[in-house]
């Protein structure tokens, strides 16, 4: 019941940036974007979250269009420890979030 | 500043036995949610915890529950195991609602034989 559709994997050469897109059509207008990762045999990490306008921290920049229908997560320099399964989760900001099911994600392999 | 840590990290159960696992959560955080991750698949959310109360609950039949204690830390009990519940459970806290990004824990992967 993932309200989110992501490609199920992708490739990036290290140092280039890797550029993950995910749609969320039905996205209402109080649920934000997230985007967590997973390194192979441990708990996701949170990377970063947005509502309409792009945001961007230390890991990662977060493009949202403007009609909120999809994303793209981008990190500037991929390097190898960013291979990962890249989830993109929506859900309301005030806690609902935390319980909605992952989607598949999209698996990151970074090559060097 | 303590990390969210569960326990055991791995265990091999029958089917029909019951399960308890454990986690504690990070510092200062008093929300607790539960997840099932089957092997390919994203995380599951099974139910969340918030101040010792259930606080929401996903797709999962009442042989799972849970329970949280006041220092937050909290556990997932399954009974009647079946074959199907082999998977990687993971906790993860967050401080009350509204706060936006939940810490995980390493999980504990569970095989049912």
């Known amino acids: 019941d993932a309200k989110t559709t992501q490609p199920p994997s992708m490739d990036c050469a290290e140092g280039r940036a890797a550029n993950l897109p995910c749609n969320h059509s039905?996205?209402?207008?109080?649920?934000?974007v997230y985007w967590y990762r997973q390194i192979h045999s441990q708990g996701p990490q949170y990377i970063i979250h947005?509502?309409?306008n792009n945001e961007t921290n230390e890991m990662a920049s977060l493009i949202i269009t403007e009609d909120r229908k999809s994303s793209t997560l981008i990190l500037p320099h991929a390097t190898l420890r960013d291979t990962a399964v890249y989830y993109c989760?929506?859900?309301?900001?005030?806690?609902?979030?935390?319980?909605?099911?992952f989607g598949t994600g999209t698996k990151l392999q970074v090559i060097p | 500043e303590t990390g969210v840590t569960q326990s055991p990290t791995h265990l091999i159960k029958t089917r029909g036995q019951q399960v308890t696992l454990r986690c504690s959560s990070q510092?200062?955080?008093?929300?607790v949610s539960w997840y099932q991750q089957a092997l390919g698949q994203g995380p599951q959310f099974i139910f969340q915890?918030?101040?010792?109360?259930?606080?929401g609950r996903g797709n999962f039949p009442p042989r799972f529950s849970g329970l949280q204690f006041p220092n937050y830390s909290s556990e997932l009990n399954v009974n009647a195991l079946e074959l199907d519940d082999s998977a990687l459970y993971l906790c993860?806290?967050?401080?009350?609602?509204?706060?936006?990004?939940?810490?995980f824990g390493p999980g504990t992967r569970l095989t049912v034989l």
């Open positions: 993860a806290s967050s401080l009350p609602q509204g706060v936006d990004e939940q810490f």
């Open positions: 039905t996205i209402s207008g109080n649920e934000y």
């Open positions: 947005g509502l309409k």
């Open positions: 989760i929506v859900g309301p900001h005030s806690g609902g979030y935390q319980k909605v099911t």
């Open positions: 510092s200062g955080h008093n929300t």
């Open positions: 915890y918030y101040r010792e109360e259930e606080n």
